[in-house]
């Protein structure tokens, strides 16, 4: 005779079976976290982080980081750990009040000016193709180099899509002439 299953029974999580949250909170290691968040202080994704994790994942760590500065933010007495001092510190950098900047002279206007990206097909086409989620971000970090550099990577671009056509021009033209044989 079997004894009788109760519902907290069932609902109890084992080692073998625990809770999502708690494996999602495992997934990233301390200094996981402070790649990420030093990556996005820095509009890069030069990181330790690439390939590791999905882009789901990476996205709820970020609001979980985020909401986790809020809270100190609101609570410093929360920060207990060395660690949770330098995730403050960098989230605060990234998320806190903005500094009043300094009024930009004529020459930095002109740099930071709105960029028409129209103009630069070759490099968009890179950056959607490369990170179809986070265009916005990486036209802001582009935009801070300036048009001159802007123009550099759009010729630099578009020669290398040039080449490509040629190689594929040159593939079509074997195939041709081994269907022809």
Known sequence: MSTPTTISAVNRRTPTNPSPSAAAKK???????IDLLKSLLNNTTENNLNGQFSETQINDKIRRLKQKYQKQAKSKPSIKTPHDRQTYEISREIWGPK???KTPTEDEKKEYSEINW??????MRQIS???PRSEEIYKKGLKGLGEDVLKGF???WMELEMEE???EAKKAQLFYNQMKD
Do not use: C, M, R, V
């Open 154 to 156: 759009e010729k630099k």
């Open 129 to 131: 193709g490369a990170f």
């Open 27 to 33: 997934l990233f290691t301390q200094n996981d976290e």
């Open 165 to 167: 056509a040629e190689i």
């Open 99 to 101: 500094k009043t900047e």
């Open 118 to 123: 129209s103009d630069y097909p070759f490099l």
